[in-house]
Structures are given as C-alpha cells and as structure tokens.
C-alpha cells in the first residue's frame, strides 16, 4: 500500500499495487507539468480526505478526468477509462511518499499524437 497526497496535504489518498514503471507522456498537458504516471486498476485508488477540495480539468477528446487541489494546485491523479471501458486513475508517482524516482523505470509514451 503507498501513501500519497498533493503539496499541502489536504488531498490525501492510498493505493494498492507495486510501482513497476512510469509513464512518461510527451502531451502538452504531462510535459508541462513533468507528470510520471503509473497506472492502476480505479478500485485500488483509495481517496483517505480532500474530495471537496478537488477540481477536474478535461482537454482534447475528455477521456481523462486531471484532478488537482484547489487549495495548492498540485494533481496527484487522474480518472478515467481504458478502450474496453476498464476505469483506471492515473498516480502522479511525484505525489507518493517513500519512493525513489530515479529507480523507478520509465515508458516513453507519444500522447502528442492521441
């Protein structure tokens, strides 16, 4: 189980599962905001406090719901669905506590062209 949470802490979360690589998307929205991604099943996302203090931001075609913190603006995950309609969240890995980024491989992904 990791522990994660946005800058100030007022969004908090849990999710279950081993970090075994990062998603690093070359999209407008990731690269500018230098996110590395890992991908979950939505169930093993666990919101512990800040739901009233979240906002979503939708780009492109909207498949993703971005939520970030009203109050520090940081975006620990994101929501949204696989082709086959499989509901995923996306874990900011930069927002989990206790883990070391640069032993966690990463995944080149070209969202410039979704």
Request: aromatic letters at 8%; charged letters at 20%; glycine letters at 10%.
């Amino acid at each position: 189980m990791k522990s994660g949470s946005c800058h100030c802490g007022v969004v908090k979360f849990s999710v279950e599962g081993e970090v075994d690589q990062a998603i690093e998307c070359n999209c407008s929205h990731c690269s500018r905001k230098g996110f590395l991604l890992w991908f979950v099943p939505r169930a093993a996302l666990t919101l512990e406090s800040g739901s009233d203090r979240l906002t979503t931001y939708t780009f492109n075609k909207h498949k993703i719901q971005h939520q970030f913190c009203s109050v520090c603006g940081v975006q620990p995950f994101g929501l949204g669905s696989m082709p086959d309609g499989t509901q995923v969240a996306a874990i900011n890995i930069r927002c989990l506590e206790n883990i070391e980024l640069g032993s966690v491989p990463r995944v080149a992904v070209n969202g410039r062209d979704y």
